[in-house]
């Protein structure tokens, strides 16, 4: 698992801080949402983390939308599992 202030400094590290053009989200299954996004846009530059915990995952996702303005929305279920923060 990864620390929530590792994965803000990898997705400022791997956007370049270009936020606006990639998009955000947060999932249970990794697999199943990348396969999802393959049918809407490019997963070329997919790139996923565990965090922590649930509340991490959904403060990553959080700041990065608000703050950041990185593509993504913020609604949605969460569970405990939903550990996985991706950015395509």
């Avoid at 998009?23 to 790139?47: F, L, M």
């Amino acid at each position: 698992m990864t620390s929530k202030a590792t994965i803000i400094s990898e997705i400022d590290a791997k956007t370049n801080h270009n936020y606006s053009i990639y998009r955000i989200g947060i999932t249970d299954n990794p697999k199943e949402r990348q396969e999802y996004w393959a049918t809407q846009e490019t997963t070329k530059y997919w790139k996923q983390w565990q965090a922590d915990s649930s509340t991490d995952a959904k403060a990553v996702e959080t700041y990065f939308i608000n703050e950041k303005k990185m593509k993504g929305g913020t609604g949605g279920i969460i569970t405990a599992q939903t550990k996985w923060v991706y950015v395509l």
